[in-house]
């Protein structure tokens, strides 16, 4: 077969699909790492601690006990028993454990969910910035992610009159994070119960990403799930072991919803993982259940980390920064340093930025442009107060040095 008739062999959601520019900037610094250039990643959304003793444990007594094969495809019956019970205690949420499905992270729950309600034609709603896979999940699912940027003065927060500005007869769902990632910004139960009201008014569904409910600094948390007695039964609520109990890499990640939708959600998901992993199922039980001292305890180092990293970023000459107030991250506003030049390289955009940023003072941060705001950059302060100080003191130079 000659080049030019030869068959195009990619779907056009695989040819369209762009790579995480997080795990972008992550694998780069990595392969610096490995070349020995001494760098200092603020770039990976990890948490740097080790998971707590306890679920290791119980990670190993389920080895020794056999507990090595498939499960059902939505999770053992004892991890949803667990969920639900969470739910119950920490937000106030009755789901029945058949509403629940767990999943190999909570990314995959999210590309679950879109997968099961969305389709050509179809419209979510997004506010910018935003985590980097929310479109690219839409799209996947083949609808339309509709972006609503947000503005600083409200906490870089979509507003009720923006959210109802944008829903048209094709908006299926709003996709929320809070506490957000990339901003660290956490949403009120007040202003949620004012988005609540545009919901339940237009009949649209929420997907609420929660992720980072246990990491919060000085305000309460809030879900929408509860904003208003109807909103419950028109929101899935996603969570997972990967944040709050540092557990990355075991991919646990878990959604509960309206019935309907969360058994499609399940049989989605038997047709492509199945369950996920046994032995990360029953140690996530024990995180559930036990005892969540080591969750207070990381959540205070990381207010600590954040109450010197948005200080620090806040003396630095054409950098402005808010204050976070909840997950690991900060967004700084680095704008006004674009058309300068460092060593004779013009930083015009959020990605030169972060590149310069990487090639020359070794530290990984990721472009706002990923997030949907290109005059920003996130920074995740998941790594040793240590790395932290000498990080911002290599950008602080870096600043210094344009011209």
């Known amino acids: 077969m000659s080049t030019a008739t030869r068959k195009t062999w990619l779907s056009r959601r695989a040819s369209e699909a762009e790579e995480s520019v997080t795990l972008a900037m992550t694998a780069k610094a990595n392969q610096m790492k ?16 080790d998971t707590p003793e306890h679920i290791k444990k119980a990670a190993i007594d389920a080895l020794a006990k056999g507990h090595t094969k498939y499960t059902a495809a939505s999770g053992l019956p004892a991890l949803r028993k667990a969920i639900a019970a ?37 419209e979510a709603i997004i506010p910018a910035p935003y985590w980097v896979s929310y479109p690219a999940m839409v799209k996947a699912a083949g609808a339309t992610p509709v972006i609503v940027n947000t503005e600083e003065k409200d906490g870089l927060k979509i507003r009720p ?17 809070s506490p957000s990632n990339p901003t660290g910004m956490v949403y009120s139960a007040a202003e949620l119960a004012a988005l609540a009201d545009v919901v339940a008014k237009n009949d649209i569904l929420v ?17 929408i799930a509860t904003a208003r007695p109807e909103l419950k039964d028109r929101t899935i609520v996603v969570n997972g072991a990967s944040k709050a109990y540092s557990m990355t890499g075991w991919r646990i ?18 047709q492509s993982t199945s369950n996920a992993t046994s032995i990360a199922q029953y140690a996530t039980i024990a995180a ?40 690991f991250y900060v967004f700084p506003r680095v704008s006004a340093l674009y058309g300068k030049r460092h060593q ?4 015009q955009g959020s990605v030169a930025m972060a590149e310069a940023l990487l090639e020359k003072v070794h530290i990984a941060t990721v472009p706002g442009s990923g997030f ?32």
Not at 209 to 223: M, N, R, W
Not at 309 to 317: A, N, T
């Open 288 to 327: 559930l259940e036990g005892d969540q001292g080591c969750v207070e305890k990381m959540r205070q180092e990381y207010a600590k980390r954040r109450d010197y990293i948005v200080g620090r970023l806040r003396s630095i000459p054409g950098v402005a920064c808010g204050e976070p107030q909840g997950a």
């Open 161 to 177: 009159e923006a959210l109802r500005e944008a829903i048209s007869p094709r908006t299926k769902a709003l996709i929320l994070c």
């Open 253 to 270: 990640g878990y959604a509960a919803g309206p019935k309907e939708i969360m058994a499609a959600v399940g049989r989605m998901q038997s």
């Open 344 to 347: 004779g390289q013009l930083i």
């Open 372 to 403: 949907g705001a290109d005059g920003f950059i996130r920074l995740s302060y998941a790594t040793s107060m240590e790395k932290i100080k000498e990080g911002l003191d290599r950008l602080e130079r870096f600043v210094r040095e344009l011209s």
């Open 207 to 223: 997907i609420s990403d929660e992720i980072y409910e246990k990491l919060v600094f000085g305000v309460p948390f809030a879900s």
């Open 34 to 49: 490995e070349k020995g250039i001494d760098v200092i990643s603020f770039s990976a959304g990890e948490p740097d601690f």
């Open 86 to 122: 969470k739910f119950q205690k920490d937000n106030g949420l009755a789901f029945d454990p058949a509403q629940i499905v767990v999943s190999c992270g909570a990314k995959h729950s999210l590309y679950n969910i879109m997968q099961a309600i969305l389709e050509e034609g179809d």
